[in-house]
């Protein structure tokens, strides 16, 4: 199903005449993008006009464009982090302002159905097949379900870089929920990326006794050093089980986080948790892949797995204080490019070759 936002942002009818044209970066079919003239649609009421002060690179938009994605057909707009400034109100929405600076995430549960009603309204179907794209551009609208939750004014205090952030750390506090973590328990971290290095971030801030990230990149390992980790493994120098066995005296971690996204990764991490202990799949794989699963070692090792989607209303409220707290010290270390709006082919070449961790999209 086609973003409701996809459909509005066009050339379409609607469309203002008297408004000076805007760019707006449009992916026509996988690896074919686009940046053309649209006219900012006059927001309905409810919605919210913004101007893009910054949107960041994204694994899904990496997906999007080298493969397509079931959420995003074709063609559709990019670019789901950002932060910008109010630009138009829509009638009746009283709480924002033209000029007030905001940040959002692209999505918001129906608050009325099954799974919103369980608390898991990660799952409500709304949230799929609303998801807001479209934000590597000069303007981007906001429907009325985003920004009646999940739309807020950013404080003064963070950068429109910082701000766009919400969006990835909501995903990674809300695994961090699910996961229960421990201050007093040993982690461990497959992929070196920006969720490796947010959930880094995350699991410091929280005051987790031992960190550790395994990864490839040295750069990446460097950083991960550099953001606090006690403890870094090159997968290519060493054997990541045993490496991880050192970890709690020999049992090995508490918590193993896998955030490579790679079914390789996906069955390493059930390999070296320790007995009794929780791995967490951060990393949506292709779809259609099977794990493995070995249920000696699931049964009698007691394990729990566990795979967060996405995230909860909570989880944006929780990021968004950890945001406004400054709580999360080295975030803006993730990242490390910026890029003009003409350059994004440039920027899904870099991050295809894993050159950059997170890219800032400047209009
Ligand atoms: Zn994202
Ligand atoms: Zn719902």
């Not at 070759?353 to 997170?358: I, N, R, S, T």
Request: proline share 7%.
């Amino acid at each position: 199903m086609r973003s409701s936002q996809a459909a509005r942002s066009s050339l379409a009818p609607g469309a203002v005449a008297d408004r000076r044209p805007a760019r707006q970066a449009v992916l026509q079919a996988p690896g074919c993008l686009e940046i053309r003239d649209f006219i900012p649609p006059r927001p309905a009421p409810g919605e919210l006009l913004v101007e893009v002060k910054c949107a960041l690179s994204c694994g899904t938009d990496l997906k999007t464009y080298r493969r397509g994605h079931p959420l995003f057909p074709t063609p559709t707009p990019l670019g789901h982090e950002f932060a910008g400034v109010v630009a138009e109100v829509g009638e009746g929405l009283k709480r924002f302002a033209v000029g007030d600076a905001v940040m959002a995430v692209p999505s918001a549960p129906c608050g009325k159905c099954f799974f919103c009603e369980c608390g898991q309204e990660n799952l409500c179907a709304q949230v799929a097949q609303r998801i807001v794209a479209g934000a590597y551009a000069d303007y981007l609208l906001l429907p009325a379900h985003v920004t009646e939750r999940h739309t807020f004014k950013k404080p003064p205090n963070i950068s429109f870089e910082t701000a766009a952030l919400l969006e990835p750390l909501s995903c990674v506090f809300h695994a961090q929920d699910l996961a229960n973590v421990q201050s007093s328990e040993a982690a461990l971290i497959l992929g070196a990326g920006p969720f490796g290095l947010l959930h880094l971030i995350a699991l410091k801030a929280r005051g987790v006794r031992k960190v550790a990230v395994a990864g490839r990149r040295s750069n990446r390992l460097k950083c991960a050093r550099e953001l606090g980790a006690d403890w870094v493994v090159d997968i290519d120098r060493e054997e990541l089980a045993a490496a991880a066995s050192r970890l709690n005296g020999g049992w090995g971690p508490d918590l193993v986080i896998e955030a490579t996204g790679l079914v390789a990764a996906w069955e390493q991490a059930m390999g070296c948790v320790r007995r009794g202990g929780r791995v967490l799949f951060f990393g949506g794989c292709q779809p259609g892949t099977v794990v493995s699963l070995d249920t000696r070692r699931m049964h009698y090792d007691n394990l729990t797995l566990i795979a967060p989607f996405h995230f909860r209303p909570r989880d944006v409220l929780a990021a968004l204080r950890a945001l406004s707290e400054q709580a999360l010290p080295g975030l803006e270390r993730i990242i490390d490019a910026r890029r003009h709006l003409e350059q994004l082919p440039e920027v899904f070449a870099l991050l295809e070759e894993g050159a950059v961790l997170k890219c800032a999209i400047y209009p």
